[in-house]
C-alpha cells in the first residue's frame, strides 16, 4: 500500500490544494485513515499545506482572470472547502488591491458587446443584470451602472 505522505505530495506537486481537497483525494484512494491524518498534519506542520495560500491563490485568479465579482469569488473558495472565516480574510484583502468599479465595469461591457444600455429591450436588461449578479456582482451596483 502507497505510503499517504508521498501520495499526497505527489498531488500537491501538480497543483496547490485546501486541506479538504487533500483529504478527499486520499481518502479516495483508500489509504488508511490514520496515515492520512498523520501525513497531513506533517504537511501542515512544515507549510506544504496552507489554506490561506490556496484561498488566495483562488481569490486572485477568480477576480483577476475570471472577472469574477466578490460574492462569487468567495463562494469559488468555500467551495474549495475552505472555512468561511480564512475564506472571508482572502477575499477581502484581495478586494482591497481590486477596484471593483472598474471590474464591473469591463464585464459589463463584455456583455453589452459594444450596444449602449438604452438600445436593450425590458429582456435584454434583465438577462443582464442576472448575468452579472451570476458573476458575483452586488444588484445595487450593475443597477446603477445600466441607470448611467
Do not use: C, W
Amino acid at each position: 500500500m502507497p505510503d499517504a505522505y508521498i501520495v499526497a505530495l505527489t498531488l500537491l506537486s501538480a497543483r496547490e490544494l485546501s486541506e479538504a481537497q487533500l483529504r478527499t483525494r486520499l481518502t479516495r484512494r483508500a489509504l488508511d485513515p490514520g496515515d492520512i491524518d498523520t501525513a497531513i498534519a506533517r504537511l501542515l506542520a512544515d507549510g506544504t499545506l496552507n489554506d490561506r495560500r490556496v484561498a488566495l491563490a483562488a481569490a486572485r485568479m477568480e477576480s483577476a482572470v475570471r472577472h469574477r465579482g466578490r460574492a462569487r469569488v468567495l463562494q469559488k473558495i468555500r467551495q474549495l472547502g475552505i472555512d468561511p472565516s480564512t475564506a472571508e480574510a482572502a477575499v477581502n484583502e484581495v478586494f482591497e488591491e481590486v477596484d471593483e468599479g472598474a471590474l464591473l465595469d469591463r464585464a459589463f461591457e463584455r456583455r453589452l458587446r459594444g450596444r449602449s444600455p438604452t438600445d436593450l429591450d425590458e429582456k435584454g436588461r434583465a438577462r443582464i443584470v442576472r448575468g452579472l449578479a451570476a458573476q458575483g456582482f452586488a444588484i445595487e451596483a450593475i443597477l446603477k451602472r445600466l441607470r448611467a
